[in-house]
């Protein structure tokens, strides 16, 4: 079975400039979440969704970043305009339902940005 | 709200020593607790989960026991190898959170 595959696995940008990551879960799953791991924490989940819907996102910073999940499969993740501390791994995960509260979460291997 | 610790490291080892990361939540329901680690430049992946009081996951020769007395979910094991170094994360999860809170993480490093 894939496993979650995002790209790109590094991006390397300027601030104020835009970056884009796409995400593809684990065929059949319903959930995708998108997180944030800044360096020496742990992820941090910004946004989540149902399907092709939108469950959680009360940590997404909306002035500059934006995600979509069309036709409830690939979701992208965009950040514009970029700013210092953006600099983090990216993290996509998935699941099958999203409905268990033990239900296991498959991530992909993160896309690694820094800001300049 | 709902919030993980976890001992700093890292945690440096020989080989075939014993191995515990302390792991301490707080939630405001029951939560279900989970281990994930993050070997190097690879995703993070599920170690073991327990979801309720008293019970044990285990996998791997990992083990962790939810107890809910002390609000604690430490990860032991009794023999570590060179091939357990990795990032160790503890994390909670509660219906009506819908969402995975992780600890910051603690380093595992296992020498020969």
Avoid at chain 1, 3 to 9: E, I, L
Avoid at chain 1, 52 to 63: A, E, F, I, R
Avoid at chain 2, 34 to 54: I, M, R
Wanted: hydrophobic letters at 35%; one cysteine or more; proline letters at 4%.
């Amino acid at each position: 079975e894939a496993g979650v595959a995002q790209s790109p696995r590094y991006k390397i940008i300027e601030k104020r400039q835009s970056v884009a990551f796409w995400c593809n879960p684990i065929s059949g799953h319903a959930t995708l979440y998108w997180y944030q791991q800044i360096l020496g924490q742990g992820p941090k989940l910004l946004i989540q969704f149902q399907n092709n819907g939108v469950v959680d996102d009360s940590q997404l910073p909306k002035d500059r970043f934006s995600a979509e999940r069309l036709k409830g499969v690939d979701s992208t993740l965009k950040i514009q305009p970029a700013k210092l501390e953006d600099s983090a791994v990216y993290l996509c995960a998935s699941s099958f339902t999203g409905q268990g509260i033990a239900e296991t979460q498959y991530f992909g291997p993160g896309t690694r940005l820094l800001v300049l | 709200g709902n919030s993980v610790t976890q001992m700093e490291g890292p945690v440096t080892l020989s080989e075939e020593a014993f191995l515990t990361i302390n792991c301490t939540y707080t939630a405001t329901g029951y939560p279900s607790l989970f281990w994930y680690v993050q070997y190097p430049g690879e995703g993070l992946q599920l170690l073991l989960k327990a979801t309720k009081a008293d019970d044990k996951g285990s996998n791997k020769g990992f083990e962790a026991t939810y107890r809910k007395e002390t609000t604690s979910f430490h990860l032991e094991k009794g023999s570590v190898q060179v091939s357990d170094s990795a990032v160790y994360f503890c994390a909670s999860h509660t219906g009506t959170a819908s969402k995975l809170t992780f600890g910051t993480g603690t380093r595992l490093q296992v020498t020969l």
